[in-house]
């Protein structure tokens, strides 16, 4: 149903660095970069991707109050490895690691953080350990 999200920024150069370091923690690329400098992350063409850019109206970007975006990845490992990119390229906690609610089946390992803009994201896995 998604084809790819994306978030603003004000400085998209910190940005940059900030995704670079992120998503190359758990093995994933810059898929595109468009003439207006921003760049869209992913796994395969066929699959969603991640975009961060600057507005495209040229009015400053704001974090939305409410809104955040999951990263689903395959291993809890890969949850912890997020999380701590997230904070070493400068991003704040937003709840470490962890099993929300009951293990087992279908449990919910999930980790919260924001970038350096302060959008919040979810990093999860849903599965046993």
Avoid: S
């Avoid at 150069?13 to 998503?23: G, K, N, Q, T, V």
């Avoid at 600057?54 to 809890?76: C, F, L, Q, S």
């Amino acid at each position: 149903m998604l084809g790819y999200t994306m978030y603003g920024t004000n400085d998209l150069p910190r940005a940059l660095a900030f995704y670079d370091a992120l998503f190359g923690a758990i093995g994933v690329n810059r898929m595109m970069e468009f003439p207006t400098g921003a760049v869209a992350y992913g796994v395969a063409w066929d699959k969603p991707m991640f975009a961060i850019g600057t507005p495209e109206n040229g009015a400053p970007a704001t974090v939305g109050n409410g809104a955040m975006m999951a990263i689903v990845v395959d291993e809890r490992a890969k949850v912890d490895t997020l999380h701590a990119a997230a904070l070493t390229a400068g991003g704040t906690d937003g709840g470490a690691p962890g099993v929300r609610g009951e293990e087992g089946d279908q449990a919910f390992y999930g980790a919260y953080f924001r970038d350096l803009d302060g959008n919040k994201f979810c990093a999860f896995r849903v599965g046993p350990a």
